[in-house]
């Protein structure tokens, strides 16, 4: 696992994910299921409990993927970064709106920001070997 | 590598800048600055599938002329002081990056190849940085531009409720 930047970046992200979903609950007491107006984590990121619950999703399916081999660690990645850059990009034409489900506020679009480019960038750029095998593979280098 | 990296990186960003300087502008000016963004996007996903800069020339003639798009966005008012130094920074870094490469394509005609260093933790690191650099600087433009203007009061805390 130590050898693939996949892998490497899938687990941490995965972890990091879902201790976020879960500690996440802890600050959505009273916070509706998909109030457009959350609790803060950190004191800094808005999360509502739907908001969680996403964050738990893709943690797990992070944390699976990195668990589960290079080439699942590489589409999920890939996969969770495209959405999330998505996210990001939707999440500031429906602000203030009925739309923002996930109560998006701007400390969330960094993140979300931060982790679309790093996993997009890792799915693209490391473990290329992968993408021409069609058998699964031992871990490869970084470029 | 690193080059690589960062001038997709910093494409992503830029991408983002112009979309959400679109969001807030007429169609006129929304259209081809969408057009610009979906070329960025497209080079950085090319850049990193083939592992070094693409088209090296003609990225650092459009990330120059960019530049000066910025400039005169700026001047015209299409866009603030903030979202304007993160697009013209971003730019000239790319442009900087590509002039490298194409420096080094003079240079090297054809590639020696190196030994491909095997620390996937230190590409994640550098990875990682660069990432939060990318965002650290794209995220106060998005905030800035018209539709992130917008989107700032939102996602305030209901405790104390």
């Known amino acids: 696992m130590s050898s693939s930047p996949n892998r490497i970046v899938g687990g941490i992200f995965g972890a990091v994910y879902l201790l976020v979903g879960l500690l996440g609950f802890a600050v959505t007491g009273g916070v509706g299921f998909i109030a457009t107006k959350g609790g803060l984590l950190l004191g800094l990121f808005a999360v509502n409990p739907l908001h969680n619950i996403v964050h738990l999703l893709i943690g797990a399916a992070l944390l699976l993927a990195a668990f589960s081999g290079v080439r699942a660690a590489k589409g999920a990645n890939g996969t969770v970064g495209f959405v999330y850059l998505l996210v990001g990009i939707v999440g500031f034409f429906i602000a203030d709106t009925a739309a923002n489900i996930l109560a998006l506020n701007t400390a969330d679009h960094v993140l ?31 470029p | ?41 497209t080079w950085a996903v090319v850049a990193l599938r083939l592992g070094r800069i693409a088209t090296p020339r003609l990225a650092c003639a459009v990330a120059a002329v960019e530049v000066l798009l910025a400039g005169g966005m700026l001047i015209t008012g299409v866009i603030g002081f903030v979202p304007f130094l993160a697009l013209a920074g971003l730019s000239w870094s790319v442009a900087a990056v590509s002039a490298v490469a194409l420096r080094r394509a ?15 933790g230190v590409f994640v690191l550098v990875l990682v940085a660069q ?19 917008f989107a700032l009061p939102h996602g305030e805390s209901h405790q104390g409720h």
């Open chain 1, 112 to 142: 979300h920001l931060a982790s679309a480019l790093v996993l997009i960038v890792v799915s693209l750029a490391a473990d290329r070997a992968v993408s021409a095998s069609p058998t699964r593979m031992a871990p490869s280098p970084a």
């Open chain 2, 131 to 149: 990432a939060l650099v990318v965002s650290a600087v794209t995220t106060p433009a998005l905030a800035l531009s018209t539709p992130g203007e």
């Open chain 2, 106 to 120: 003079h240079r090297d005609p054809v590639p020696v190849p190196r030994s491909r260093a095997r620390r996937p």
């Open chain 2, 1 to 41: 590598m690193n080059g690589t990296l960062w001038s997709s990186l910093a494409g992503f960003g830029i991408a983002l800048i112009l979309c959400a300087t679109a969001a807030g502008s007429g169609i006129a000016i929304a259209v081809p600055l969408l057009l610009l963004a979906t070329a960025h996007l």
